[in-house]
């Protein structure tokens, strides 16, 4: 593990060194900025490059309340680098068209002055917008989360069980930047909703139960008539996935792992859930098991599944669910990463239909990494199950 992560660390130093230079090449160095501006600039992008570089360090070495500080304006700074360089990326291709415009067709522009001031206009622009994307994703990622409500029609389900209600949280990501206040909120808004079920659909924490055990205790107070469930995310495999399921168990969170409850009674519906798609190396019995966790089910009852991933709902669809919630994307986060996500994950957000299954894919709860979203609001989900046709 350690080996590991000398890798990535020296990897990411060679990736984020290589985005700074970019950064400090525009609109530093070719933007000309008169001194002591230019030294001034130079010496905040190389400390913030340093602070960031060693909130990774930190977030592994040191206690989370140390530690905290360096990912907060890491983190922030890092969301603002990603923004920076998109935007200066968009920003160069139109000032290479403009100076070629300018210079009639041939390529170059003799007049040093017109390229420095173009320069100078492109970079302003560029900042500005880069700027402006972070503040405004800081401001979404960083207020009161709200209530998504979605309406889901279910052929099988029964006319008692119509009209269930589950709030679904997901991808919370309690933290270095995510703690026990924010708990605090979330739990408040889920109890006020008074919903039949709670589904905590994985991604729940970055750190150990020695770390964040004060920080999810909160969730004890969460209140469910049919209970709180719970599914493993990728994330946990990185944090202790086993002592977390012993401590949420503790919290009278109901931790589904390839199994399922009948929700409801006879007349009600079963709630199925598997570990992570991306769980069968890590032994100890875990591992994504769509069959186990539905074998012998009578099959005239209606079906929702908890899986962290939307990969692996086609299965799901094969095997009869008719109801797929998942997280894990983020719903991109941050734009334009929702079409990156598009490559891996067969849907990014939103209610979608299969040949029988359906599929609701939340954009999360929380967030991770930088403190960011734009395109993409976090939610907690209120999904009302109802009975008939879709």
């Avoid at 939307?310 to 299965?315: D, I, Q, T």
């Avoid at 359906?358 to 999904?383: D, K, L, N």
Wanted: net charge neutral; with cysteine; aromatic share 8%.
């Amino acid at each position: 593990m350690a080996a590991r992560y000398v890798v990535f660390f020296v990897l990411a130093s060679l990736v984020m060194g290589s985005a700074h230079r970019y950064v400090w090449a525009r609109l530093v160095r070719d933007a000309s900025l008169p001194s002591p501006w230019a030294r001034v600039a130079t010496m905040a992008i190389v400390a913030l490059f340093v602070i960031l570089m060693t909130g990774f360090v930190a977030f592994r070495l040191l206690p989370r309340a140390a530690a905290s500080p360096f990912m907060w304006v890491g983190y922030t700074w890092l969301g603002v680098v990603f923004f920076l360089v998109l935007s200066l990326a968009v920003s160069d291709l139109a000032r290479v068209i403009t100076l070629r415009v300018q210079a009639g067709g041939a390529g170059v522009l003799d007049d040093p002055e017109r390229r420095r001031a173009i320069s100078r206009l492109f970079a302003g622009g560029a900042a500005l917008l880069g700027l402006g994307a972070s503040a405004a994703g800081m401001a979404s990622a960083l207020s009161a989360v709200s209530v998504k409500r979605v309406r889901v029609a279910i052929d099988r389900l029964t006319r008692s069980a119509s009209g269930t209600r589950i709030v679904q949280l997901t991808d919370v990501h309690v933290g270095p930047t995510i703690g026990k206040g924010f708990i605090e909120d979330v739990v408040a808004r889920v109890n006020a909703l008074e919903p039949d079920v709670v589904a905590i659909t994985g991604d729940l924490v970055d750190g150990s139960v020695a770390e964040l055990a004060e920080h999810v205790a909160p969730l004890a107070k969460l209140r469910a008539k049919h209970g709180v469930f719970f599914v493993t995310g990728n994330h946990e495999y990185y944090s202790g996935v086993d002592e977390w399921i012993a401590h949420l168990g503790d919290l009278g969170v109901k931790v589904l792992r390839n199994e399922r409850v009948r929700i409801g009674g006879e007349e009600g519906f079963d709630l199925a859930g598997i570990d992570d798609h991306s769980s069968s190396g890590f032994g100890n019995g875990h591992g994504s098991d769509l069959e186990k966790a539905l074998a012998g089910r009578d099959e005239a009852r209606a079906c929702v599944l908890l899986a962290h991933q939307p990969r692996g709902v086609e299965l799901a669809d094969r095997l009869g669910v008719d109801l797929q919630l998942s997280g894990h994307t983020h719903g991109g986060q941050m734009f334009p990463w929702n079409l990156a996500v598009r490559l891996q994950q067969p849907f990014v957000a939103g209610l979608h239909k299969l040949a029988r299954a359906q599929i609701y894919v939340s954009r999360g709860t929380g967030y991770w990494g930088p403190p960011m979203r734009v395109g993409a609001p976090a939610e907690i989900t209120e999904i009302e199950l109802v009975a008939g046709a879709s």
